[in-house]
């Protein structure tokens, strides 16, 4: 699926969202306003008399409206605002624990492996994995707004029940979620439904005060307990509007895109068998979740987690028969009875070549957004392997992981190192110094190609980290690139990534809510942008760069004439880095036009160098554009 049109898909859907919602909502007030003109009209007829019944009060129907859209609208608001502090809010409110990212738990090691290794090979952090400890039934599920605070959880049965290659088809699915901006509709979802449902739930508290007050009442030889009771069910009635209303909600916005995201895990990893074998188990073990918000939540999972679903009419899933003959055209119709797998490591492939110019298409750098390839899951796994093997359980260990980052900006020239390792030494004490100094034997032993791979490995560890300490960081990444009196691109690329990555949760920034349609407010910040390319690749002359940006600048034509490339001397990382945080809030058209002119520019010759691949993927990542490494 082409990313940029699958972020505007999303957005498509959010208007659907608000049709089904404003239905939703225009039924209950008719309902409650029905069940309010019952007991009216019970309420003002004489005793003895035959019901008068009142059908027309304006006044009481706009009061129903209002306490409606004020309490619907309201507790939706309230739970979407509550879910922007990340998936991993999703994941707790369904029973999740969060597994420790250097775990030694054989089966919470492999899964933590399988995430990683899809991480590094789409060019996204690796996400936050809870683990729901109580649940036998195989199931999982991605939840937040963007990347970078989005959070994976399985059930004990998807990772004790499922092979290797089993679990990494389930979580190859997830990501394709995270990939095409479905996590921010689900999150949406999640709070409307919310909403949708408080109405069953004020019924159920008031059949409960009834009951209390029908005690009371008999005491007293009156009839209010009964009344409060006799509303409280009617509300619950009415509540069950709410709940059909959620399952056609559910069963609109979730069914097709599940399919699709079938076919995206088995073009991740090429192996149909592996998504195929774990819907087959699912088929012979069940994936019901029994957990009392799994109702709020059922859309977020990867197979159908709620013990009814009207029927199957409107169920979340399509049948499993169904995604099954999707995946595996010849299956047999026979599901599996799952049993505990053998453990297994993965095959590592070879060692990619770690050449420091690749051959690439400019278009085809930024068709690649959001995808996953055979070559990069590889890599990927190649990547996890070789860091682990070198560099243990340091890459998941908060206490070492900042030390890790800052040997990757050691300078090979030995007179800047020491002044680094001086300065680290004033500024954080001698053991900081003398670990960074350990380190950067290893973190050189790494390679260029496994440089951005590392940094985002280390990414779990790092957001366990005080807000102090993750201050510190940042400054000392900064004075560490300085060192030199200049910032490499790649420097660069680790500031940015890092602040990307972790700014939302200790900056106390949350996904997007504006969107820069225009593009007059981006001019002056794309003009940055795209001149930092072009004279990225050391032109020869002004006349060459000139030309350079000339043909870079076609293939964004929104911006075509109303840009122009800047002097090598008016040019600063440090505004550059501001352009970047105000070029993120553009449209994802936009975005992909952005994108392809920058490629364009580092790719005029045909090729482009690690360097230059690092800075375009921290662009990318910057602009919520997960870029896959350049293999």
């Avoid at 709070?191 to 019924?203: A, E, K, R, T």
């Avoid at 774990?278 to 073990?285: D, E, P, T, V, Y």
Wanted: hydrophobic share 45%; aromatic share 8%.
């Amino acid at each position: 699926m082409d990313f940029f049109s699958a972020q505007d898909d999303a957005h498509s859907r959010t208007k659907l969202l608000v049709v089904y919602f404003v239905l939703a909502v225009a039924c209950i007030i008719v309902a409650l306003y029905a069940l309010c003109m019952v007991f009216y009209s019970y309420g003002t007829t004489p005793e003895n008399q035959p019901v008068q019944w009142v059908i027309w009060q304006p006044i009481v129907l706009a009061g129903v409206a209002g306490f409606v859209v004020l309490l619907v609208g309201g507790a939706s608001l309230s739970k979407i605002a509550e879910l922007k502090g990340g998936g991993g809010i999703v994941a707790k409110s369904v029973g999740g624990r969060k597994v420790d990212p250097g775990t030694a738990d054989p089966d919470e090691r492999k899964l933590m492996n399988v995430v990683e290794e899809m991480a590094i090979a789409s060019g996204t952090p690796v996400p936050e994995v809870y683990l729901l400890d109580r649940e036998d039934g195989i199931n999982g599920f991605a939840a937040g707004y963007t990347p970078d605070d989005a959070a994976i959880a399985v059930t004990r049965g998807c990772v004790q029940r499922l092979s290797r290659d089993e679990l990494q088809g389930v979580i190859a699915h997830e990501f394709s979620h995270i990939l095409n901006g479905d996590m921010r509709m689900n999150i949406k979802l999640m709070g409307v439904l919310f909403g949708i449902l408080l109405i069953s739930i004020i019924g159920q508290g008031l059949m409960r005060a009834g009951f209390w007050g029908e005690v009371t009442s008999r005491r007293r030889d009156d009839k209010g307990g009964n009344a409060i009771m006799l509303f409280g069910l009617g509300m619950m009635a009415i509540g069950w509007i709410g709940v059909f209303f959620g399952r056609l909600i559910q069963s609109a916005i979730s069914r097709q895109r599940e399919y699709l995201a079938d076919a995206s895990a088995v073009q991740f990893t090429r192996n149909p068998d592996g998504i195929g074998g774990a819907l087959m188990k699912i088929g012979g073990a069940g994936s019901v979740v029994n957990h009392h918000h799994t109702s709020e939540t059922a859309h977020f999972f990867f197979a159908n987690a709620l013990k009814s679903s009207f029927g199957g009419g409107f169920a979340t899933h399509p049948p499993l028969d169904d995604r099954i003959k999707r995946v595996m055209p010849n299956w047999d119709g026979q599901f599996k009875a799952p049993t505990a797998p053998k453990r297994e490591a993965p095959k590592p492939p070879p060692i990619p070549s770690a050449s420091a110019r690749h051959k690439v298409d400019p278009l085809q750098m930024v068709a690649g957004v959001g995808a996953i390839g055979a070559a990069q899951l590889a890599y990927a796994q190649q990547s996890r392997a070789q860091a682990e093997e070198s560099l243990g359980e340091q890459i998941h260990d908060s206490k070492q992981a900042d030390a890790l980052i800052l040997a990757l900006l050691l300078d090979r020239d030995s007179h800047i190192r020491q002044k680094q390792l001086d300065w680290l030494e004033q500024d954080g004490g001698k053991a900081l110094a003398q670990a960074v100094r350990d380190d950067y034997p290893k973190a050189q032993a790494q390679g260029v190609k496994q440089r951005i791979p590392l940094i985002e490995m280390t990414l779990p560890a790092l957001a366990q980290i005080s807000r102090a300490d993750y201050d510190k960081l940042l400054k000392r990444i900064v004075k560490l690139s300085e060192a030199d009196d200049e910032v490499s691109f790649f420097e660069f690329a680790v500031m940015r990534l890092v602040k990307r990555h972790l700014g939302r949760k200790f900056e106390g920034a949350h996904a997007k809510t504006k969107v820069i349609s225009s593009t007059a407010p981006l001019r002056e910040h794309f003009a940055m942008l795209l001149s930092t390319m072009v004279w990225a690749g050391e032109p020869s002359s002004i006349a060459e760069a000139d030309k350079i940006f000339a043909q870079a600048i076609q293939h964004a034509p929104v911006f075509h004439g109303q840009v122009k490339l800047l002097p090598v001397d008016q040019l600063s990382f440090n505004d550059l880095d501001k352009a970047l945080d105000v070029l993120a809030d553009a449209r994802f058209g936009t975005k992909r036009q952005m994108l392809a002119a920058c490629a364009a520019a580092v790719a005029h010759d045909g090729e482009v160098t690690t360097d230059e691949g690092e800075l375009i993927r921290a662009v990318a990542v910057t602009l919520d554009c997960p870029m896959p490494p350049l293999v």
